[in-house]
């Protein structure tokens, strides 16, 4: 487990930006956090990373977004699944094991089919406004060694 601590959006902002320069095909980013913990903020600065020009919003209400960066990118926020078979009619295999990238905001609600390979962000609001406590778990030597490049940031 490694913390970071971001104290202003900027900060959250170049974790997720630099991470977006290091993920490869196939990675799969889960997010996790209580509504406006900064899951999305993470999830476009990767995006901007990636490389990826369009605007990325909240696919709350969609599920899930492609986008086309220097990889294809997979947003999904899965707040409003109510079942894993929700996920199949969606057809998540063919993005979880695809050619892109995924970042799955509430990560968590549907853990059993998340791929083992993943690296997992969850964040936490503090007492002040601004302050969130970044916490990372890596399942692979490639998003462990991602995670010492952004301790550096
Ligand atoms: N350190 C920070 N990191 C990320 N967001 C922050 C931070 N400080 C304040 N914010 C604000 O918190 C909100 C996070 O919203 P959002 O990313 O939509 O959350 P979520 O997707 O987790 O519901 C934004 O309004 C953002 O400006
Ligand atoms: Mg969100």
């Not at 959006?9 to 991470?19: I, P």
């Not at 969606?90 to 799955?104: A, H, K, N, Q, S």
């Not at 509430?106 to 503090?126: C, F, G, V």
Request: aromatic residues 10%; negative net charge; contains cysteine.
């Amino acid at each position: 487990m490694n913390t970071m601590i971001s104290n202003n959006e900027q900060k959250t902002y170049d974790l997720g930006y630099k991470l977006g320069t290091l993920l490869k095909k196939g990675d799969i980013i889960c997010l996790t956090g209580d509504l406006g913990a900064g899951k999305t903020a993470m999830s476009k600065a990767i995006a901007k990373g990636l490389e990826v020009d369009e605007h990325v919003t909240s696919p709350t209400f969609s599920i899930i977004q492609e986008y086309m960066g220097r990889l294809p990118l997979y947003h999904f926020d899965v707040y409003r699944i109510g079942s894993v078979e929700e996920m199949e009619d969606l057809g998540y295999e063919e993005y979880f094991y695809g050619d892109g990238v995924c970042i799955i905001e509430w990560a968590s609600i549907i853990e059993e089919i998340i791929p083992k390979e993943h690296l997992w962000i969850d964040i936490k609001r503090d007492d002040h406004e601004n302050i969130r406590k970044i916490e990372m778990k890596a399942t692979t030597e490639h998003f462990k060694n991602i995670i010492e490049e952004l301790k550096k940031i």
